[in-house]
Nanobody, 122 residues
């Protein structure tokens, strides 16, 4: 299984950005895919998750109402649309899959992408 995150960059506070996760080698598309982020000196934080069918999504409290996760199973892609970005959203964003429960806990996930850096400036 390979995950590759992309789309990060430098944006200003209040801007929008979409990061993408390309998945390959997944035998079962029913896996939940999660987005996490990690800022320097901080623990990895749950951002958003989406079920295999895309029918159920769930978010961390700090991004609820601003971020939207979606997936295109035909293209093996998962997206994270980030709106109204804040300085505190600055982090490396990772996509992950392979968890069978406790989906908000990064330790539950088996496969990780390499991360993409999102920097929000004032």
């Amino acid at each position: 299984v390979q995950l590759q995150a992309s789309g990060g960059g430098l944006v200003q506070a209040g801007d929008s950005l979409r990061v993408s996760c390309a998945a390959s080698g997944l035998a079962d598309r029913n896996y939940v895919v999660g987005w996490f982020r990690q800022a320097p000196g901080k623990e990895r934080e749950f951002v958003a998750g989406i079920t295999g069918s895309g029918g159920f999504t769930f978010y961390g409290d700090s991004v609820k109402g601003r971020f939207t996760i979606s997936r295109d199973n035909a293209e093996n892609m998962v997206y994270l649309q980030m709106n109204s970005l804040k300085l505190e959203d600055t982090a490396v964003y990772y996509c992950a899959t392979g968890a069978t429960g406790l989906y908000r806990n990064h330790r539950s996930y088996e496969y990780w992408g390499q991360g993409t850096l999102v920097t929000v400036s004032s």
